[in-house]
């Protein structure tokens, strides 16, 4: 086996690393307050447009809302005529009964 002789360690960092170190710790310091600004001037901006606009809804948004809400009522009434329908069936076997339970809203 071979032995290396290394030179003997004095307890001292290497002056250039402490250098390099030195600037890599300022550096990443620099770069966290710089994104800490960028994250408070964005959430400021932000609280800015919700105060602006407060809690209105877009009055599109509520068109929209209410044709899908007549799409549906409209699709489950056809539904239930459907239902209607198949349940009168003159071919339906006499000993059996349908028993259909509309439910109706509260």
């Not at 770069?31 to 960028?38: A, D, E, V």
């Not at 068109?63 to 809400?69: A, D, G, M």
């Not at 459907?82 to 076997?93: D, E, G, H, Q, S």
């Amino acid at each position: 086996m071979q032995h290396r002789n290394f030179p003997p360690s004095t307890g001292r960092p290497v002056p250039g690393n402490s250098i390099l170190l030195y600037c890599f710790g300022l550096a990443l310091a620099l770069s966290l307050l710089f994104n800490g600004f960028l994250l408070y001037e964005q959430r400021d901006k932000r609280s800015g447009y919700e105060y602006e606009s407060g809690n209105s809804v877009n009055p599109v948004d509520i068109l929209v809302w209410q044709e899908q809400l007549s799409d549906c009522k409209r699709a489950n009434e056809q539904k239930d005529s459907l239902i209607n329908r198949l349940a009168k069936l003159p071919n339906a076997p006499p000993d059996k009964k349908i028993a259909i339970q509309r439910i109706m809203p509260k």
